[in-house]
C-alpha cells in the first residue's frame, strides 16, 4: 500500500512519521524549516490515519507501507523520524530494512507490554466514555488534554483537535484493521540488533510517566545515551515545540557520517 506523502526541499531524506491520533499534518510547521536546511523532508501518513484509508480485509503492517512508499519515492537510504505510533513504525521499518535507515529519531515511546500508568489508563477511559455516549467533541477535548501540554499555543490544541477529531469520526466507519505480526517480536532483543544505528530517543518534558519510563528503556536498549527533554511539551512534542524539535533533528542529522552516494541520488 502507497502512503499519501507530502515533502519539501532537497538532499539527504528524512522521514516524519506521526503520531497515533494525528496525521501527516503535525509535520507542516517542519517541512519548510527542514527544506531550507537543505534535507528532502518527506510526512507520511501511516495507515489508517489522515488520508490512507486501509481497504477491507487488509492486514496491516505499516512498516512495510513506509518502505514501499518510500520505494516509490525513489528514497533508497533515509533517516525515520516518529512521534509515539511513529516511533513504533519507525522502529519496525529499521529491524525490517536495516541497511537502508542512517539514523532514528524517536519521541514519545511506549512499549505495548508495558503497564500503563493510572493517568494514561485515565486518560483512555475518557476518550473509551465519551466515544460510548457519543460525545465526539468531549472525546476531542479529552485527547487534546490527554497529549498536548495545558500550556501549549492555541494553535497547537487547535491542530491537535481537528487531527484527533478526524480520526475519531472516521474510526466508527473504517474500524481498527487487523495488524501484521510484529517484526519486532516480544521483548527487547530485535531492539537490540538496531545498536550500531545512530539514534536519538527524546520525550516531551509534561508527557505521562510512561513515555519518560519507555523512552529510558529504549534508550537503553538501543545504546543512545541519555534520553533527550523537549521543554515545554506533552506527548505531542514535535507538534508543540516544532522550532526547537528540528533544532535537535538538524543536530542529530548534521553529526551522521556523510553519505557516499552521488548527489543525483539524494532527490
Do not use: K
Amino acid at each position: 500500500m502507497l502512503l499519501p506523502s507530502t515533502e519539501a526541499g532537497r538532499g539527504r531524506p528524512v522521514v516524519l512519521l506521526h503520531a497515533r491520533p494525528t496525521d501527516r499534518t503535525m509535520w507542516d510547521a517542519h517541512l519548510p524549516l527542514l527544506a531550507e536546511a537543505g534535507l528532502r523532508a518527506i510526512a507520511l501518513d501511516l495507515p489508517g490515519h489522515g488520508d490512507a484509508t486501509v481497504p477491507d480485509r487488509r492486514e496491516a503492517a505499516p512498516w512495510s507501507d513506509v518502505l514501499d512508499t518510500l520505494d516509490h519515492l525513489g528514497a533508497d537510504r533515509f533517516v525515520l523520524a516518529g512521534n509515539s505510533l511513529g516511533a513504533l513504525v519507525a522502529l519496525q521499518a529499521a529491524v525490517t530494512a536495516p541497511e537502508r535507515v542512517e539514523g532514528l529519531v524517536l519521541v514519545g515511546y511506549r512499549p505495548h507490554d508495558q503497564p500503563a500508568s493510572p493517568r494514561l489508563d485515565a486518560a483512555w477511559q475518557a476518550e473509551r466514555t465519551a466515544l460510548a455516549a457519543g460525545d465526539l467533541d468531549a472525546a476531542v477535548q479529552a485527547g487534546v488534554q490527554a497529549w498536548t501540554w495545558a500550556g501549549a499555543a492555541e494553535e497547537v490544541h487547535a491542530h491537535a483537535a481537528r487531527m484527533l477529531h478526524r480520526r475519531l469520526a472516521e474510526q466508527p466507519t473504517h474500524g481498527e484493521p487487523p495488524q501484521a505480526a510484529d517484526p519486532l517480536g516480544t521483548g527487547p532483543a530485535a531492539l537490540r540488533t538496531l545498536r550500531e544505528v545512530p539514534a536519538l530517543v527524546g520525550v516531551g518534558e509534561y508527557d505521562m510517566p510512561d513515555f519518560h519510563e519507555g523512552g529510558e528503556a529504549l534508550a537503553r536498549d538501543l545504546d543512545a545515551g541519555r534520553t533527550t527533554v523537549i521543554p515545554d511539551a506533552g506527548h505531542l512534542a514535535p507538534l508543540e515545540q516544532p522550532v526547537a524539535f528540528c533544532a535537535l533533528l538538524l543536530d542529530f542529522v548534521r553529526r551522521l557520517p556523510q553519505r557516499s552516494l552521488p548527489a543525483h541520488r539524494y532527490a
